[in-house]
């Protein structure tokens, strides 16, 4: 039997939170274009689970209503009112932020929610008028020839190829458009390893579900984390840097097993808790090394374009805007009929620019001894100027996320 074929100017790879992001705006453009991903939804996804102020703002520019009444009113998500950060000696900070009495509408500083249910939601958001959306789809292929794309694909009805002018690869880490490029590259200092897992009844957690993330002592360039979620529930994790993990020959789920069955600052809290999965893996490409995200015909988004937050962990929220800002340059090049490299040429710096305080930031970590890190983590978050740092900053933020728009500079 021949190959069925779907023919399409444009195609996204993926519809994780880029790739779904990407679509909405095409759509609430009005263009029509095709979007395939390897899975059926809901399926779960390796992940933090936060959702930062990013997020919100990507949000909002599809729907006000959906920031300001969606989140808060849907039980899948838990707003988080600040962070609570643990230095090596064990000492606690909470930063928290109070909504000034008679606010009508939360705006948390974070909200959280399982990947399992996050990506569905937004996946059932993509509009059918203009998104023929092919779950349980596979790439196994891809051509370039003449300037069109020719992809060989596989879904439940069996071999499907589809042609099209223009590709958005926002299929992850292992992006099949990312390998056929040939920059399917893991340079461990520029990624992340990381392990989750999902408990029920940890100690101690803040009644406002503040974020918490603790630096252990002797473990540079690496953080544990307690993310609450709904039901009772929270997302346990652990991440290094993976250069630092692989010079210091450190065995990543024997830390978190071991910082959970006996760090004094960790241990009592997990003692009446109850796991829910064993740890999961996956690995972080962070935005310290820049790829080449656009071309003749494609654009990179997510994490296929290395867009992880190298400070934080964060993808969710970069990768959100990376698929919006993908979005603005596919209807441009639409517009224009082009779809060669010079037509995309400022794709990278919109993706990349937002990042740079904290690729920097990253870079004066990695060059730190050891020692100096300890001391510098231990001295900055109890200090009361950097305290009333975050306090004053957080009302710039939320006003970014809830009133700014998102610039992009196609040309």
């Known amino acids: 039997m021949s190959a069925r074929t779907v023919q399409t100017e444009i195609c996204i790879i993926g519809a994780g939170p880029a790739g779904a992001t990407a679509s909405l705006f095409l759509a609430k453009m009005g263009i029509p274009h095709l979007i395939v991903d390897a899975a059926v939804f809901p399926r779960d996804k390796v992940c933090g689970d936060g959702l930062d102020l990013k997020v919100v703002r990507v949000l909002r520019h599809l729907d ?31 930063f928290v932020h109070r909504p000034a009495t008679g606010t009508t509408l939360p705006r948390p500083l974070f909200w959280t929610a399982k990947r399992l249910h996050f990506d569905h939601f937004l996946v059932q958001k993509l509009d059918p008028g203009f998104a023929d959306f ?43 458009l990312l390998r056929h490029l040939g920059q399917r590259k893991v340079e461990r200092r520029h990624y992340a390893g990381t392990l989750r897992q999902y408990w029920r009844g940890v100690q101690g957690l803040h009644p406002l579900h503040l974020i918490e ?40 789920r024997e830390i978190f097993e071991r910082l959970i069955r ?15 999965e064993t740890p999961q893996g996956w690995g972080l490409p962070l935005a310290s090394l820049r790829r080449r995200a656009s071309g003749d015909g494609y654009l990179l988004a997510g994490d296929a374009a290395s867009l992880v937050c190298p400070t934080s962990g964060e993808g969710i929220g970069t990768g959100m805007v990376s698929g919006y800002i993908a979005a603005q340059f596919a209807a441009a090049a639409l517009k224009n009929k082009r779809y060669d490299a010079e037509q995309f040429k400022h794709y990278d710096r919109e993706i990349y620019r937002r990042l740079q305080d904290e690729i920097r930031l990253y870079r004066l970590m990695m060059a730190l001894s050891p020692r100096i890190y300890d ?11 950097f305290q009333w740092s975050f306090r004053r900053r957080v009302q710039g933020w939320l006003k970014t996320a809830y009133e700014r728009e998102i610039e992009v500079w196609v040309e």
């Not at 962070?83 to 064990?90: A, E, V």
């Not at 020719?150 to 958005?168: K, M, N, T, V």
């Not at 001391?375 to 100027?385: D, E, I, Q, Y």
């Open 64 to 94: 006000p209503a959906i920031a300001e009444e969606e989140l808060p009113r849907n039980n899948i998500f838990t707003p988080c009112w600040g962070t609570r950060f643990f230095t090596q000696n064990g000492r606690a900070t909470d």
């Open 134 to 176: 092919r779950p349980g789809c596979r790439v196994l292929q891809i051509e370039r020839t003449e300037g069109r794309w020719r992809l060989q694909a596989r879904d439940a009805g069996g071999d499907l190829e589809i042609e099209a002018r223009l590709l958005i690869g926002a299929d992850g880490d292992h992006s099949v």
């Open 213 to 252: 993330v603790y630096f252990p002592p002797g473990l540079p360039m690496s953080y544990f984390y307690i993310f609450p979620l709904a039901d009772g529930e929270a997302n346990v994790g652990y991440g290094m840097v993976s250069e630092v993990a692989a010079k210091g020959k450190h065995r990543l």
């Open 262 to 276: 006996e760090d004094p600052v960790m241990a009592p809290r997990f003692r009446s808790a109850e796991t829910l």
């Open 375 to 385: 001391f510098g983590l231990n001295l900055l978050a109890p200090n009361p100027l």
